[in-house]
Nanobody
Framework: QVILVESGGGDVPSGSSVILSCIFSGDTFSRYALAWFRQRPGKDREAVASIGRRGGTQYIPPLQLRFSITKDNTRNMIHLQMNNLTADDTGVYFC??????????????????WGQGTQVTVSS
């Protein structure tokens, strides 16, 4: 059973930078592609960025200028560096894992395992 646990959220002022972390357990980390999604108030859950088994990355284009996804294979973790945050970035950020992907994916349906999410609130 894969378990994902996010951390790093909180209340921050506009213009801040935040690093979210997700720790993976329960299976072999290297077999999985991972991703960050978010759910903003009143909106559907949406992809932010994905990182494949070999380290390739994919972003939702508008966020690529400010967000960066990385992975730490020694600690079974991924991170999301978020810069120059605005109130529009407020939401719950989720880590997700997908086994068997050849590369990256921003399709929600590709991900079987999900964390509980971490809240990021950006005050304007």
């Amino acid at each position: 059973q894969v378990i994902l646990v996010e951390s790093g959220g909180g209340d921050v002022p506009s213009g801040s930078s935040v690093i979210l972390s997700c720790i993976f357990s329960g299976d072999t980390f290297s077999r999985y592609a991972l991703a960050w999604f978010r759910q903003r108030p009143g909106k559907d859950r949406e992809a932010v960025a994905s990182i494949g088994r070999r380290g390739g990355t994919q972003y939702i284009p508008p966020l690529q200028l400010r967000f960066s996804i990385t992975k730490d294979n020694t600690r079974n973790m991924i991170h999301l560096q978020m810069n120059n945050l605005t109130a529009d970035d407020t939401g719950v950020y989720f880590c997700a894992a997908a086994q068997g992907l050849g590369g990256t994916s921003t399709r929600r349906a590709d991900y079987r395992y999900w964390g509980q999410g971490t809240q990021v609130t950006v005050s304007s």
